[in-house]
């Protein structure tokens, strides 16, 4: 697994939706947290893509991070994993060996995803203050479960940290005032 620089890794925003999102446990800070990260990715140029399942039945990305997403792809899908033919057609193009994931349910679509990834050879990170499920014993299995399946379950800031790589890095005042 190659370490993760903003040209050889990506972020899948995956189901964080209008419908769903209220049942999930800490909600709004899963929000919050996902809306720090994505605004450092963007200071980095690492690109981003996102997927809702079945939207006509759970709504859209909640605005306050589907403003966030710019003109970066939105996939519909019904399958719980995330890594449907549009999303291995978006990483591939772009080369990446890793992927920061981000989203709900932690136990379901996340968990299934992750397993995917891994399988297809990708480095995941997994900020574990960026995913929730309805249960919090549900997102806490899941995570186990996603370090034994070999992602890294990390955090925003050690995400962000890493990528940077160097504080001379352009980015890094950007970043840093992000995370205080």
């Known amino acids: 697994m190659t370490s993760p620089r903003p040209d050889n890794t990506a972020c899948i925003v995956v189901d964080i939706q209008e419908r769903l999102n209220p049942a999930l446990h800490q909600a709004e800070e899963m929000v919050a947290n996902s809306r720090t990260l994505l605004q450092g990715l963007q200071a980095l140029d690492v690109p981003v893509a996102a997927t809702e399942q079945y939207p006509k039945g ?39 060996e890793n992927v920061i994931l981000i989203g709900a349910e932690a136990h379901v679509c996340m968990l299934q995803t992750v397993l995917d990834l891994r399988a297809a050879g990708l480095g995941v990170y997994v900020p574990f203050e960026c995913t929730a499920s ?39 005042k950007t970043v840093s005032k992000l995370i205080q």
């Open 58 to 96: 759970l709504g859209h990305t909640v605005a306050a991070v589907g403003g966030l997403l710019g003109g970066a792809p939105v996939f519909e899908k019904t399958r719980f994993s995330a890594l449907i033919p549009e999303v291995q057609q978006f990483l591939q193009s772009r080369n990446i």
């Open 134 to 172: 309805r249960a919090p014993a549900n997102k806490a299995n899941a995570l186990e479960q996603m370090c034994a399946a070999g992602a890294v379950v990390s955090n925003v800031e050690s995400v962000l940290f890493q990528l940077l790589g160097d504080a001379k890095h352009p980015a890094f």
